[in-house]
């Protein structure tokens, strides 16, 4: 990046002390994530009613990649939002190794572990902590409000099979939609400096230009497409026909946010699952769509948990790449 005048708090780097008390602390919160996955994937077996539903396990195959990439270009667009704070470029290898154990803590109650790690990650990224968390509201942000466009848009084109559930009606969702429509042009065209000083506060802002820019909107609306895929190949995997599966997709963009919403809800566990399953349950059955909420939320952690995989193992790499290339 070309650019002279940091938009954001430069980055500085945290001291030895502050490193080993992070390192200390992310460890921690690693194994509070993992117990709090084990736990979500232990109730989600519970509810599996395998016998009274049959699995077709190629869309569930297909799932897991889809969303192992949504998360790829959700990372991106984080890395995209940081460079632009920071001025810099900044390594993506790094970021999304932070980033997908990020994703892994929003099992944690209360969400909070999520920028805690994002932040205790702050050193491998070399940027400051207040910098990190300043991009995580920002972030979220973007990442409800591109989905909620989704959401909308999907939903006004298959209003049909929905249209019996309470607060959802055309006039509803075209509010909603040009609302978020209206929140977008004032993010991405309206100078920071020209909104509250208690909101400037409040995000450490510095510089000039908007909050986002279109890189980072664009691949959160990639992202997003994964999830809307997810909402086809779901009720596919459970038997139901590709028109329907196509007609009910938009349960899959609103479920995610309302459960990330619900904060006391670990991963939104229980809330998108019910979400689903009430919505999808008179098209295609009570049993099948219970089955198709719970194939989505284990597809959805199995790929978070490959994306952390992934990232480690891409980071480690390169490290002793750079390790073996100084030794020369």
């Not at 480690?316 to 290339?325: C, D, I, P, S």
Request: hydrophobic letters at 55%; charged letters at 10%; a positive charge.
């Amino acid at each position: 990046m070309h650019n002279t005048r940091p938009c954001y708090s430069a980055a500085v780097p945290i001291s030895t002390p502050n490193n080993k008390l992070l390192r200390g602390f992310r460890s921690v919160l690693a194994v509070v994530v993992f117990v709090g996955v084990a736990v979500a994937l232990w109730r989600l077996v519970g509810r599996w009613d395998g016998r009274s539903v049959q699995i077709h396990w190629l869309p569930v195959v297909v799932s897991i990649g889809v969303l192992t990439l949504a998360n790829y270009f959700q990372a991106l667009a984080w890395k995209y939002l940081l460079e632009q704070m920071a001025g810099k470029v900044v390594p993506f290898r790094q970021v999304f190794s932070v980033f997908m154990a990020g994703q892994l803590a929003r099992y944690t109650p209360g969400k909070v572990a999520l920028p805690m790690v994002r932040i205790a990650g702050a050193p491998k990224l070399g940027l400051s902590a207040r910098l990190i968390a300043a991009s995580v509201g920002i972030e979220v942000g973007t990442w409800l409000g591109v989905g909620a466009l989704v959401g909308f848009g999907t939903l006004l084109i298959n209003l049909g099979p929905f249209e019996n559930i309470p607060g959802i009606s055309r006039t509803l969702l075209l509010a909603g939609l040009g609302a978020t429509l209206l929140g977008f042009a004032v993010a991405l065209g309206v100078d920071r400096n020209r909104f509250p000083v208690w909101l400037q506060k409040l995000l450490r802002t510095e510089g000039q230009g908007p909050f986002v820019s279109w890189r980072v909107v664009a691949m959160q609306l990639i992202s997003w497409v994964g999830w809307w895929l997810l909402g086809i190949l779901a009720p596919l995997s459970v038997g139901a026909p590709l028109a329907d599966a196509v007609q009910m997709s938009p349960v899959f963009i609103v479920a995610p946010i309302l459960g990330f919403l619900a904060i006391v809800a670990p991963g939104g566990l229980g809330v998108r699952e019910t979400v689903i399953s009430y919505a999808l349950a008179p098209h295609i059955g009570a049993s099948a769509a219970l089955a198709a909420a719970v194939l989505a939320r284990a597809t959805a952690i199995l790929s978070e948990i490959i994306g952390w995989v992934l990232g480690i193992v891409w980071e480690r790499r390169q490290l002793r790449w750079e390790g073996a290339t100084r030794s020369r």
